[in-house]
């Protein structure tokens, strides 16, 4: 058993541009794009906001894709944001963690590791910052979590000889799966899981600007600084507005001038 602090972020895929069906439709409308990155991402964006003023050719007036984005964002265009979608998987985090990002809905997608399927014997466990600071408070919740973490293996063991007892024709997966389902429900909030996230730009923007602030919960809140961090080396013209800040209090907070695009 593992005590883990900090999350993890890996970008696993991103957005793509599919160059020839692009000049296709510069060909045929008769213009032409001209611009300066070869990000798929940002390309899409810059895509997207051109084609609702047809802004190509001799029209196109920005060259610079960052400063078409940067116009964008300042105009407040973040329906345009939505067309590229990113993909994570984030890992040492916990229960807690994703009961609280399940609730961001539009322009998100999520799948996470079954407890009802992945044996969680060898499972860790995460400790928030503030119980982690504290020895005595500390020596406290590693106490709950092995105790908690003890009962569901016991549980396990004695599920599955009972299943086993009891219905002996059944498949295997499905024995394991009974027996792990109901073992889980001694497990605490601090469980670490994984989860597979997809979301687009606008979702990750608003995302980082009320998870990151700091008055969030702080396990989510780590999350959001590790997002933008990543998401500001992916798609700088997009995420390069923000910044992290360390307020008085000494709580970090990501803040930007262009609220809710």
Known sequence: M???????????GRSQVDAAAVQQFLDDEETTWVTDTDAGTELLSELAGRLCYMSFGERQGRKSNRDYLANIINLEHGSVLEHVVWNFIVTGVSRSFTHELIRHRAGWAYSQLSQRYV???????VEPDIIASDPEL????????RTAH????????????????????????????????A???????????????SANARALRHFIEYRGAADAEPEIRKVAHALLEVMQVEAPGVFGDYEVVQLP???????TAHKKV
């Open 138 to 145: 500390h020596e406290i919740w590693l106490h709950s979590v």
């Open 150 to 181: 003890e009962a569901y293996r016991s549980l396990s063991e004695g599920l599955a000889a009972k299943i086993e007892r009891e219905h002996p024709d059944w498949k295997a997966r499905d024995k394991r799966k009974k027996a792990r389902e």
């Open 183 to 197: 073992a889980r429900s001694v497990l605490p909030n601090a469980t670490e899981t994984k989860i597979f996230v």
């Open 249 to 255: 209090t000494g709580v970090s907070e990501a803040q």
């Open 2 to 12: 593992r005590v883990i602090t900090e999350p993890q972020v890996y970008v696993v």
């Open 119 to 125: 044996d969680e014997s060898s499972a860790d466990f």
